[in-house]
């Protein structure tokens, strides 16, 4: 046996956090990626950035202020925001380049980004007419040297800050000037607008530069002459503060908190570098920028997330070639889903499968007869949920449905708070949450007079996010996976309760141990040669003690490969540590979301899916359930997801800590990705 090395060494979540936000930023710089897709990552990139600071960078900010405050504390906190800080810098400037090529990338392809200063009469007509049919009553100007308060501005939002003046005919050096803010209403209108093509070329402008054209019409009644017109950007501190000692109900306390979140202190702003100093001074202080805020001064534009819904253009020999859900011609054949799932165990892989599968399982249970009661846990909905109309279905024809809604999904409260009302009204029994827990499992228990048949998932039962997100359900009538589902639910009812599980992994409780318990025999078969070995896919490992006993079993010789897309803290290739650790991460078309965990436990493999990463808050705070799955058929699936990541020499980057971000070899001598070989295998199987 090596000898071990007692001093555990991981890399901070959020430095890692920030490697893998930079893996989605390659990617918009892959030139092996069709260029409207790069333009999609470039979307993503800034839309998880502004959830990080929102969340991550204001804890850190906090815990600085806390510690602060505290005397003889000893924490790595500054550090830490000083390198965040300082790979945010270094990636803003990476992203301005990015948007450049690809700027230039879109001329070549005759699809022109133009701005108010390059578009011809024509354009300037269009515009013109757009301004007055539907533009100008979605603009209210707002004078802000006039105000003595901060506006309530919306941290989501990009804003065109304004200098609006006229001179003295008299004395050129003399001037009247007022600031303004408009607020570009990305909500009601398309951040782009599509102007007349010409010959070949296509023309699309940012609403920003629209906006800047019209200023003259904009403030035509207050007779100024010149006009001046910058973006900005700003990220508030998102987390929800409670104040446990009201006495109020759960509903109204998360209702209020969600108000209040637009009053949260600037972490982050982010502003034209062009922009007047003068005016920047103002903005600064009209929105109580402090010193801690991080400040980026950077391009023309900002929050590319509006990258997310650039126009098609109908060009589709710059995007990916379609991949709709493949048709399971068992489930097609099939008269009764229940049934079909009664006899043998059943799977869905989104978005290789349509999510329609699980809305007509839904559907059915709703309808027949046999069913009695449905039961469900709701973390994330669709806008227009037809889980949630399967539901109120099934109440309206007599069955008894308890739904349990997570108030806490972060920002999704204010959705799900709507959701439960409406389920309330229908007549569901509504359960909202576990004081302190939250409930991120997705469970659905079917009871019925006959087999009850549950349905557990590594993701959301969400319509929208089962086209982006590659998650497994898996579908089961085993009769003591149903019974210990049912037992979950009604831990959730009562959390005084102290359950015990034999087939599921259940969280806060028992995950933890058991997944050491699972690493230990690993260890131990590794010592007695047996084989021992371990293949995860999740979206993150940051759980240090999790991370420790990874690294014991390297040390005597388990082999461990790992899939992990988002923050992973193993520094992998450590002597005497980590030699035995391989860690992947796959940044392409689709979201990798599912958690699969296998153990090869002396040759007689255990197989895991399930809601929880490997993190503090899924292992010791949240209600979460891995499942065992006993299904051959199923299990040879799983592996082979596994198996072909681990292949992926096209998209899968190296996770080593160090943020290298490297793209992985493998001994294949042709190109495997593992998206698309996925697919074409569902294809013809």
């Not at 300082?86 to 990338?105: D, H, P, R, W």
């Not at 801690?292 to 020999?317: C, V």
């Not at 349905?455 to 969400?462: A, K, L, P, R």
């Not at 540590?577 to 493999?605: K, T």
């Amino acid at each position: 046996m090596k000898k071990k090395n007692n001093t555990h060494k991981s890399i901070n979540r959020d430095i890692s956090w920030m490697y893998f936000n930079k893996r989605i930023l390659d990617e918009a710089a892959n030139k092996n990626n069709p260029l409207l897709e790069r333009i999609k990552f470039l979307g993503i990139y800034s839309s998880n950035l502004d959830e990080f600071f929102r969340v991550r960078v204001a804890t850190l900010r906090r815990m600085i202020d806390i510690e602060d405050s505290v005397k003889n504390v000893k924490s790595d906190s500054k550090l830490i925001l000083k390198k965040v800080l300082k790979l945010n810098v270094e990636y803003a400037q990476a992203l301005e380049l990015i948007f450049t090529g690809i700027v230039e990338e879109l001329n070549e392809n005759n699809i022109c980004l133009v701005n108010e200063k390059q578009i011809d009469e024509k354009q300037k007509q269009f515009i013109d007419e757009y301004y007055q049919d539907e533009l100008m009553n979605s603009l209210f100007p707002v004078l802000v040297s006039q105000m003595d308060e901060e506006p309530m501005l919306n941290d989501k939002s990009t804003y065109l800050a304004i200098v609006i003046s006229q001179y003295n005919v008299e004395d050129l050096r003399k001037r009247k000037k007022e600031y303004a803010l408009i607020h570009i209403p990305t909500s009601q209108l398309s951040r782009f607008l599509v102007l007349p093509s010409e010959n070949e070329k296509q023309f699309v402008i940012f609403m920003d530069d629209v906006i800047r054209h019209c200023l003259p019409k904009i403030f035509a009644s207050l007779n100024y002459t010149h006009y001046e017109a910058y973006t900005l950007k700003f990220t508030r501190d998102a987390e929800l503060d409670f104040d446990n000692s009201a006495y109020e109900g759960i509903l109204e306390k998360v209702s209020k908190v969600v108000k209040n979140r637009k009053l949260g202190a600037p972490v982050r702003f982010v502003h034209d570098r062009e922009m007047p100093n003068g005016l920047l001074k103002y903005c600064e202080k009209l929105l109580k920028i402090n010193k801690e805020a991080a400040r980026i001064a950077s391009g023309r534009y900002h929050n590319f997330k509006d990258l997310l819904n650039f126009p098609k253009l109908k060009r589709f020999d710059l995007r990916d070639a379609p991949q709709p859900p493949l048709n399971i011609p068992q489930f097609d054949n099939a008269v009764n889903m229940l049934d079909l799932v009664r006899k043998k165990d059943r799977y869905l892989h989104y978005p290789y499968h349509s999510f329609d599968y699980f809305i007509r399982l839904l559907r059915e249970a709703a309808i027949n007869p046999d069913v009695n009661e449905i039961k469900i846990t709701i973390y994330r909905l669709a806008k227009n949920s037809k889980v949630i109309q399967a539901l109120i279905c099934a109440a309206m024809n007599g069955k008894k449905v308890t739904a349990n809604v997570e108030l806490f999904a972060r920002f999704d409260e204010s959705s799900n708070i709507n959701w439960a009302q409406k389920m309330k009204d229908a007549g569901i029994n509504v359960v909202l949450g576990v004081e302190g827990l939250k409930v991120h499992s997705k469970l659905v228990l079917i009871i019925s007079r006959r087999n009850s048949v549950v349905c557990i998932g590594t993701g959301n039962f969400h319509e929208g996010t089962a086209t982006l997100y590659t998650d497994y359900t898996l579908m089961t009538a085993n009769k003591d996976i149903v019974n210990e589902v049912n037992t979950v639910f009604d831990f959730i009812e009562h959390p005084y309760m102290t359950p015990t599980f034999k087939h599921l992994i259940v969280s806060p409780n028992h995950t933890r141990k058991k997944i050491i318990s699972l690493i230990n025999k690993e260890i131990e078969n590794a010592e007695k040669g047996l084989p021992a070995y371990m293949w995860f896919k999740v979206n993150h490992i940051v759980d240090k003690k999790i991370i420790e006993k990874l690294y014991d079993a390297s040390n005597v010789g388990v082999k461990i490969k790992l899939l992990v897309r988002g923050n992973c803290s193993i520094i992998t290739g450590l002597a005497g540590m980590s030699e035995n650790i391989e860690v992947y991460g796959i940044i392409d078309r689709y979201l990798e979301h599912s958690r699969i965990l296998i153990f090869g436990n002396g040759g007689d493999e255990k197989y895991f899916i399930g809601s929880a990463d490997l993190m503090e808050r899924n292992l010791d705070r949240r209600i979460e359930v891995f499942t065992p799955v006993y299904d051959p058929d199923i299990q040879k699936q799983l592996r082979l997801t596994i198996e072909y990541g681990l292949r992926d020499n096209v998209k899968a980057r190296v996770v080593d800590g160090r943020g290298s971000n490297e793209f992985h070899t493998t001994n294949d001598d042709f190109a495997f990705r593992s998206q698309e070989e996925l697919y074409k295998f569902y294809k013809t199987n």
